[in-house]
């Protein structure tokens, strides 16, 4: 039961989850708890809380000791957009709008304002609710890293150095069996994770969605390998790398979800293109969700905990409809209005992009 007396913020984390997201839970609740004496609301799985009134309230021992636990204590869905909520109607899905259900129960909460953790479709989504009155700010979360308006989002230094690791373990099996290994890694729309976990891990072909690929540069750069005497090659691979021309590999579509395609398998799919070609054996090993799983690296815990605290800071002055964000290395704030004219991809001239083709490092193209 929601009482009268105090100030009162409420958070809720929607979207993929990441590790760190559980750092901003716990610096929000903390500093809006010991700073300002509020009261805090945790929304329970993103924007369906929200459209079913699903919360719990958050004291500082519900957060002490969740800064190094990765997911969400607080559950998380990719499915609730509130504009256009699935349901289920016999064997057919319709959809309806549900923001009247989020304004009531938001106005039922008597909150100062909802801080939004999630990546660009979470904070488009807290964009349209912001117009339509709901005092809100956003906190950029993925480990895609390719939210606009901030240099860099949480969960993204956790992933490339889970990804990293993965690579260096291929590396030595790579190594002694003398094969061309694929590491697929995530990255729909922007090749951050597989830029720089390959570079870090010292891929010898890195292929990001920004830059379509020509089969033949890659055989090239292979052969090339060979002919110095290095009879094994790394391949690290966006999952949403793409031949010239050609499209992205679909996995599977998910029918109730805001972003329906779900991209995979494109490191199976080269692997063997790639055998043809060259009449060498090839092995692909799947990132996956381990990428998204575990606790968040010190860097990560750092930058969620910062951006929790601005986020609080920007409820109290006031600030809605902005994001927390990082330029260089201060946090400033970033209209939540424009993070949907994302997402934020890897640039042509990237200074990474132009270190790696310097030493050698092939990108498909
Ligand atoms: O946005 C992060 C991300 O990890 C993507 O890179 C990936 O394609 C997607 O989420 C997978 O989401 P899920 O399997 O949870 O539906």
Not at 107 to 118: D, F, R, S, T
Request: charged share 20%; net charge neutral.
């Amino acid at each position: 039961m929601i009482s009268n007396k105090k100030r009162r913020l409420a958070i809720l984390t929607g979207g993929g989850d990441c590790p760190g997201i559980n750092a901003v839970i716990r610096a929000v609740t903390k500093k809006a708890i010991l700073e300002y004496g509020m009261e805090v609301i945790g929304i329970l799985d993103g924007y369906e809380g929200l459209i079913h009134n699903k919360y719990r309230e958050l004291n500082f021992d519900d957060v002490s000791g969740i800064l190094t636990l990765g997911g969400t204590i607080l559950g998380t869905t990719n499915k609730a957009n509130p504009f256009h909520y699935a349901v289920q109607d016999g064997s057919s899905l319709r959809f309806e709008n549900r923001s009247a259900d989020v304004l009531k129960n938001i106005e039922a909460l008597k909150i100062e304002g909802l801080v939004c953790v999630g990546g660009d479709g979470t904070l488009w989504i807290s964009h349209q609710l912001h117009q339509l009155g709901v005092p809100l700010v956003g906190v950029p979360k993925t480990i895609d890293n390719d939210v606009k308006g901030t240099d860099i989002s949480f969960g993204f230094d956790s992933a490339i150095t889970i990804a990293t690791e993965g690579i260096d373990r291929i590396h030595t099996t790579a190594q002694s069996h003398h094969r061309i290994m694929l590491v697929e890694v995530m990255g729909r729309k922007a090749g951050w994770i597989a830029l720089y976990a390959g570079i870090a891990g010292g891929g010898d072909v890195i292929l990001i969605p920004e830059i379509p690929y020509n089969l033949e540069k890659i055989v090239a750069c292979i052969n090339k390998r060979r002919e110095q005497g290095r009879l094994f090659s790394i391949i690290v691979v966006a999952e949403g790398a793409m031949p010239s021309g050609g499209e992205a590999a679909i996995k599977r579509i998910v029918p109730d979800s805001a972003e329906q395609i779900r991209l995979g398998g494109i490191s199976l799919i080269l692997g063997n293109q790639l055998e043809k070609l060259l009449g060498l054996e090839t092995r692909s090993v799947v990132m996956g969700h381990l990428q998204r799983g575990g606790t968040p690296t010190p860097f990560d815990r750092i930058l969620a905990t910062r951006l929790g605290s601005k986020a609080v800071d920007l409820i109290k002055d006031k600030h809605y409809g902005q994001m927390v964000s990082v330029a260089g290395d201060h946090l400033t704030e970033f209209p939540l209005e424009q993070v949907a004219t994302g997402p934020r991809l890897v640039p042509a001239g990237y200074e990474l992009l132009e270190a790696g083709r310097a030493i050698g490092t092939c990108f498909g193209n």
